[in-house]
């Protein structure tokens, strides 16, 4: 089996090499021909082969600053824009940091709201140098990663300043350590999580009050025995231009309304790019069939498109659906809980679809909208037919309701005959039905192996057990025909034994 996978690896890499190449100028797929997409959908096989798929989102429109106006005056273009989020209002904020300002518009992106630039810091006027980082509480509060102030600030909502998260104190931070939050989010008792630059260690945690507290979901990074070995016999020359073998720095992070942290990060070995941290720090996440939730599997070459993905950011949607945004090749992964792969689409380019330097992510209803730095521009993409089938089949799964899950697997199948999510999803259904055949059918097309097993060995015991009394009648009838046979041959033995002494004459002669 892993021989089977290497090979196919081998000539995946190939092939995965090309459509980077390809979806960076002008691919488009079949079935979105009409739609003229600039990026071909796709995704990974059992094998780690790449399948063209239909497309789950397709770009709907594209706005920027230039579009705006506000009280009567155009606002101008977003300059290096760094983060945006959505608050329970449904308003999207944005950080527009070039502009050392915060941009506050509705859901539609139609209507300016208001512009943050400057707020009342006891008495006098204060203002942001480079936010790169935003996001709005439960409560409405605004946090902002002002990078270049070396503070996290917190305004109202009526924009009055609450508070200042700045200058963290602790023994376990070096002696003249230079705070600078990059990215910053909150959760529902308004504990502070922020990527600071330069911070291996994990994410910074604040408590309401501004006070730090410690680091959170370190990352810790192993090394092979040969580079023990190595590092043991070379130099110190040459083992101070081998590879730091330092933590590997967070660079988005989101929420979900449990708790649970989402951190994306750049893994160098592209098998982990997004961690789902339990309020304890632990990674829990789940990595799916291929353990492997770091976006396009290792693509060989000697180009840009080499190497595997680099996720920016990531924001949780609902029902345990995530998405992940890739900056090397302006890709957005969406991910279900179990860690499945569901949909990949974008692409790097200038048209509308691609990207030049993507940098936030963020989910408007069942939207998607995606930040890019370089353009200034933020893309909008509506959920196709395709999309919609299975991010409802896979919330109808995870809560629970596989049978009802069935009919959109379906006619995600006559969309898409290789899916093998959906032959998953209907095998498993039929699993928990009772319906151990069909289940067996399904399963192997989805190539849910573990799954597969549980459904032969329920079948096999179902057969033996509806089939007991048949098979024991069997087995009996076989006990008394060897019982009878032995004796019949027994009893033949000594006739023949006999006639061989008479005609022989007496043995004791």
Known sequence: MKNQKLVRKIAKSAAAFLLAVVTGVTAIPQEAQASSLPYQPYNYNYWEDIV?????????????????????????????????????TGDVYIADTGNNRIVVVDSTMTEVRRIITTFDNNGAEDG???????????????????????????????GTLARFVENPQSEVLDEGYQFVPLKVSVDYADRVYCIAQN???????????????????????????????????????????????IPTEFTGIDIDPDGFVYASNIDP??????????????????????????????????????????FTDVVYRDSGIYSCLDKKRGRIFTYDHEGNLLYIFGGLGTQTGTFRLPVAIEN???DLIVLDATSGNITFFNETE???????????????????????????????????LANTGIGKAYLTAGDYEKAMYYLELGMARDYYSVAYRRYRNN??????????????????????????????????????????????A
Do not use: H
């Open 52 to 88: 063209f798929t239909p497309a789950a989102y397709e770009p709907r429109k594209i706005v920027s600053g230039l579009d705006f106006t506000f009280e009567g005056e155009a606002i101008g273009a977003f300059v290096t824009p760094q983060d945006l989020c959505k608050s329970p």
């Open 199 to 245: 911070m291996f260690e994990g994410i910074m945690v604040f408590e309401t009050n501004g006070e730090f507290t410690g680091f959170f979901g370190t990352i810790n990074v192993e090394i092979s025995l040969w580079e023990k070995f190595w590092r043991k016999l070379a130099t110190k020359e040459e083992r101070a231009k081998s590879q730091l073998f």
């Open 364 to 366: 408007i209803d069942r």
């Open 386 to 420: 395709y999309g919609r089938l299975i991010n409802q089949a896979v919330a109808l799964r995870y809560d629970g309701d596989e049978a009802q899950a069935v009919e959109l697997w379906e006619r995600v199948l006559d969309l898409d005959e290789n899916n093998e």
């Open 463 to 508: 057969f033996l057990t509806a089939n007991a009394n048949i098979l024991l009648s069997i087995l009996f009838v076989i006990i008394i025909a060897w019982v009878v046979w032995r004796r019949i041959k027994k009893k033949k033995g000594i006739v023949l034994f006999k006639k061989k002494g008479k005609k022989g004459g007496s043995l004791n």
């Open 128 to 158: 942001f140098k480079q936010p790169t980082g935003v996001a709005v509480s439960q409560s409405n509060q605004l946090y902002v990663a002002d990078s270049q102030n070396r503070r996290v600030v917190v305004l109202n909502e009526d």
């Open 269 to 310: 070995n592209g098998e982990q790019g997004v961690r789902r941290l339990n309020p304890k720090g632990q990674d829990v996440i789940k990595k799916g069939v291929n353990k492997n939730v770091g976006g396009d599997l290792w693509i060989d070459g000697n180009s840009d498109y080499s190497g595997p993905s680099q």
